[in-house]
């Protein structure tokens, strides 16, 4: 089933609305909401959405934060998210790293008291509107075990950088700090096939390659898999994610940070407030002029573009390619939503009042 | 064979003075050089002292540059290397992204017209002595393949970024882009062991586990190893470090970077200078007082470490953990050095006239 975009988040602001956002910032958490969507990351879109209501009947989520800026320098800041949605909050975020990069050439934000801000990539695609590259982090549930670990203490803590270009489209890395996301282990459980070795590990901390062993006790790989392959990488950078998020401003970090699902209780002694985001906007022309810098990076893309393929694969791609064409794709068709997703989505506009979308 | 350090620096110091630098240049070269082998990265040490004089022979280094700042803003600067050695132009550069951090919070320089700078730690970890979190990234000769590319057009371009604590010892991580880097290749080739799939490719890009598969035109793989494995986020991550080492700063990136053998030519066309590299200074009290940050640092470091580990598994790491012992090893016992390579230093102090160490 395939629906249109707008009508999409127009639904979602108006339940948005309903639970007691403003205008605005509905508005705002729509549009990123809905750009997982566009870009083919279904799992933190729309269907979502009753998950961010129920973190609101728990009291956990604050629909009118004061957001404020509580210290800076000239090239940082940090920022209060007063619990609000991180729909509302990563872009207010991004905003200040955007000013102080107008003036002192970068700007870097770090966040507490946050909640889940949907997909990085989004909020770091914001710089390329000014010539900036972007960067987003976020800490995230902990579903991840480091390297060694039977015990699962950081979450897949995404890391988007988002590069302007010229004539080309611009580099977009967004990408989580495991093997695998935690969708794709979705799709194999609703096709009831097995997951590749190097994804998961069962609740023992043995490897395992059952789509289920996550829910049952069990933990997401670093980036590597194991250690012969690198996953301490993966885990390091996982970690450097979850300090600059969460060390850096006073949110909850490691196995503190609050999980996304309602029924699970936040951590009885948390170690900071809420979760933890981090952003970097960097003017390119604070380093060369940026139509140098960007005619470099038509010919960094195209070199990479025209690479002679390995045999059975067509192209090699730049990051942000597959999302690019989704996007371009589901602008036109429509965004594909599963039969369970639209029934859930429909129950939530039942429950509160809202009028779900017209075929 | 064990070798004093101080006595390695010594022989190193005067190489580098008996090639032409200035005594000042020789001694921070030679520190920055012998930190690999001290930290255990053997293949970036002092076994590498001959293959940069093969480069200044070949005219490729510039022994008394005139390393400077050629463009600036508050929080960020490029700086030209004048061919220099890295290993000298680097530390430079570093101490400028400090000097930006003291005034603006957080400073970031890239470097272009550079060779290459040893370990990318060394660098990140200088920031730790003011409080301040380093980090480090540099490009690097083309040996690896973008996940589907038959050719080879990044480096093993590594990322590393140094975080102070209170008590606990710095998280210090410091790693390759790819599975698995080339110094492991290299003692699989001397046992003639098998590599494990996921770390290379053969020169037809097909997966391989000979250790010989790279020198025969194969490639290393990024972290990952495979797509499916996520090999496409280790090549992103391989790409920033590219972008943002030379094409912020305007020096040779991807295919066009400078080899690092003397034997091999630099490509003909070039699209820069040198090769680049890219470094980030902040002072955490730039986001909160630094007690604070580092007690919570602290708080971080003791609850990974203190994770349950999988059977068979001693204990959880924190980044850093493995260097940090081996470099307390080796300042006690010394330095371990292999036959071939001591062979290696004899000949090249019996050729430039320096006295090898005594045993």
Redesign the interface.
Known sequence: MHFDLSQLENFTKNILIKIGCSEKDASTAAKVLLAADLRGVDSHGVARLSGYVRLWEANRINVRPDIRIT?E????A?VDGDGGLGLVVAPFAMKVAMGKAN????G?V?VRNSNHYGIAGIHAMEALKQDMIGISLTNASPLVS??????R?LGTNP?S?A?PAGNQPP?V?D??????ANGKLEILQRKQKEA?L??I?DK???PSSSPFAVKEGGALLP???DR???S??????G??V??FSA????AN???WVPPFVAFLEPHPHP??EGLGHFFGA???D???PAD??KS??D??IK??RE?????G?E???I?GDPERELETERRQQGIPLLEPVVEDLKNLGDRLGVDWVQK
Request: glycine content about 12%.
């Open positions: 210290h320098t000239p090239s940082t940090v003036i002192a050439g970068t870097w770090s480091p390297t060694f670990s039977k015990e203490l890391i950088v590069i580099f890395l990408m989580a700090t495991t093997t695998a590749p190097g994804w590990q023992e901390g043995r980036l590597g898999g012969e392959h690198g301490q990488k993966g885990y390091g950078l970690a450097v979850d300090i060390v850096l401003s006073g970090y490691g196995p170690v900071g960097i003017r390119v604070a380093f060369r140098e810098f470099h990076m010919n960094w070199r990479f690479a002679e393929p390995v045999a694969q192209k090699v791609l990051p």
